[in-house]
């Protein structure tokens, strides 16, 4: 089995910094591609970063230049770095990530979500 557990949120004021991580463990070969994804009250899930296994990043125009995403292969962790933090931010903060496992199946999981809450 593999799983990803998640850690990082809480409250911050607006403009400030807050770096989330995502672990996975288990029974992984390879882990290809990792992504943030975010959800705010009453609106729909979204992509906010993801990275590939060969270090290529992607972000939505509304987190570009604020947020940094980056994965730690050896210890098969994700990070995303918010930096310049709006209230707009607020939201569940999910990882994805797409996993092949030990006996070369591909899975794709989602971590259990960490609150971010931007708020003076």
């Known amino acids: 089995q593999v799983q990803l557990v998640e850690s990082g949120g809480g409250l911050v004021q607006p403009g400030g910094s807050l770096r989330l991580s995502c672990a996975a463990s288990?029974?992984?070969?390879?882990?290809?591609?990792l992504g943030w994804y975010r959800q705010a009250p009453g609106k729909e899930r979204e992509l906010a970063a993801i990275i590939i296994s060969g270090g290529g990043t992607n972000y939505a125009d509304s987190v570009k230049g604020r947020f940094t995403i980056s994965r730690d292969n050896a210890k098969n962790t994700v990070y995303l770095q918010m930096n310049s933090l709006k209230p707009e931010d607020t939201a569940v903060y999910y990882c994805k990530a797409q996993i092949t496992t030990v006996v070369r199946s591909i899975v794709e999981l989602w971590g259990q979500g960490t609150l971010v809450t931007v708020s003076s």
């Open positions: 288990g029974s992984i070969f390879s882990i290809n591609t």
